[in-house]
């Protein structure tokens, strides 16, 4: 999601200048709105910082009361779940903005590099959508755990 972050600006002024459909510059759909909405884009740069956070404070549980290895085992799992959903978000920003673009219009106009680092990043966010539900399913599942059952403090 990060490298998506870079090449958000470059892609939007690629599919501007060689849309899918030159006549109908609405885009339509999905197309029309990854060109309207980028407003989730900051959301890897927070993920990575609650992470890093989130594993700082999982090294020092075993001094936390229970309540509070309850609260990090709650959020960490809010954050796979918000993780899980800027990968959906970012996937279909991804796949509107590539289906805007008319790849045989821009390839001539784009440089190799841009092509590789759009290739590569649809692939990650393709593997990245796969898993992202089956993370979901783990966080809701820790999150109704801690909710329901005892956590032991090391041990949520």
């Not at 885009?27 to 407003?39: I, K, M, T, V």
């Not at 800027?86 to 590099?113: E, Q, V």
Request: aromatic share 10%.
């Amino acid at each position: 999601m990060l490298a998506l972050l870079l090449m958000a600006p470059k892609l939007r002024t690629i599919v501007r200048d060689y849309p899918e459909t030159p006549d109908n510059i609405d885009f339509g759909g999905l197309s029309e709105w990854a060109q309207h909405n980028d407003w989730f884009m900051p959301a890897p740069v927070l993920l990575l910082i609650v992470l890093a956070g989130l594993q700082y404070t999982g090294a020092r549980l075993q001094r936390c009361p229970e309540w509070g290895v309850r609260l990090w085992a709650a959020v960490g799992a809010l954050y796979w779940l918000a993780w899980a959903g800027a990968i959906g978000l970012s996937t279909a920003w991804f796949l509107g903005m590539d289906d805007g673009l008319s790849g045989d219009a821009a390839s001539p106009h784009t440089n190799g590099a841009f092509i590789a680092a759009h290739i590569c990043v649809g692939l990650a966010l393709f593997g990245n959508a796969i898993a992202a539900p089956f993370v979901g399913i783990g966080a809701v599942k820790r999150l109704n755990r801690v909710l329901t059952e005892e956590v032991t403090a090391g041990h949520p």
